[in-house]
């Protein structure tokens, strides 16, 4: 099993629509999650950090549900400026960071 | 915003010829890595530095590549004879002692071996 798996995607929604990606990771001691934001060519950049249940900053809010072993990013009032590939990550069995492949979010006018 | 700086932002090079990634962190981050990523595929690991020496290093990172921290600002990842699947995106990040998992990218390196 991938140690972090996502829906690669793409998502096209329209503009201030709602939309939610999940993230499953394997490694159940993992205590740290994050959520990147990568545009295209361009570097990683968080966005945001998953310590506990969840966590909540503006448009963005990231779930945890560790019974499940999945974390979910659900962005409200989706903007143009959104779209980009949304990266999940946590620590794997190496206790390094382990990427998902990504889920790529179009935002259309 | 301090943020890492990477130098070259493109190098292309034969195979087998050595190369040079330069990475600047963020001044007070006292953990510093390389990503690589090629085209289309997902941000890989490669290795973990601090206090001087490798902390945690990928089964990617083998003999042909070495880290260093030359001096008080600059880190460096060296592939030392480069082959043509080495060609990708390579990042450099960095982070803080308090926050070690919150780690800031910089705009990466596109290496192109020939």
């Known amino acids: 099993r991938k140690e972090v798996e996502q829906d690669p995607g793409p998502f096209n929604v329209p503009e201030g629509a709602t939309v939610a990606f999940n993230c499953t990771y394997s490694n159940s001691a993992s205590q740290s999650f994050f959520w990147y934001r990568q545009d295209c060519r361009k570097e990683p950049k968080l966005l945001m950090s998953?310590?506990?249940s969840g966590n909540e900053d503006g448009r963005f809010t990231a779930q945890l549900n560790r019974a499940s072993q999945y974390i979910s990013l659900l962005i409200r009032d989706s903007k143009l400026s959104d779209s980009a590939t949304y990266l999940c990550?946590?620590?794997?069995?190496?206790?390094?960071?382990?990427f998902g492949p990504g889920t790529r979010l179009s935002v259309l006018p | 915003e301090p943020e890492v700086t990477q130098t070259p932002s493109h190098q292309v090079t034969q195979m087998g010829q050595e190369v040079i990634l330069r990475c600047v962190p963020i001044s007070n981050h006292l953990y510093f890595y390389w990503y690589r990523q090629i085209l289309g595929q997902k941000v890989e690991f490669l290795v973990s530095f601090y206090n001087n020496e490798i902390s945690e290093k990928s089964e990617i990172f083998d003999d042909q590549f070495s880290v260093e921290r030359p001096d008080g600002s600059n880190f460096t990842l060296k592939i030392r004879s480069t082959k043509l699947e080495d060609s990708a995106m390579y990042f450099c990040a960095s982070s803080e002692l308090a926050r070690v998992y919150e780690q800031y990218f910089g705009p990466g390196t596109r290496l192109t071996v020939t």
């Open positions: 998953v310590y506990s």
């Open positions: 990550t946590t620590l794997g069995y190496g206790q390094n960071f382990v």
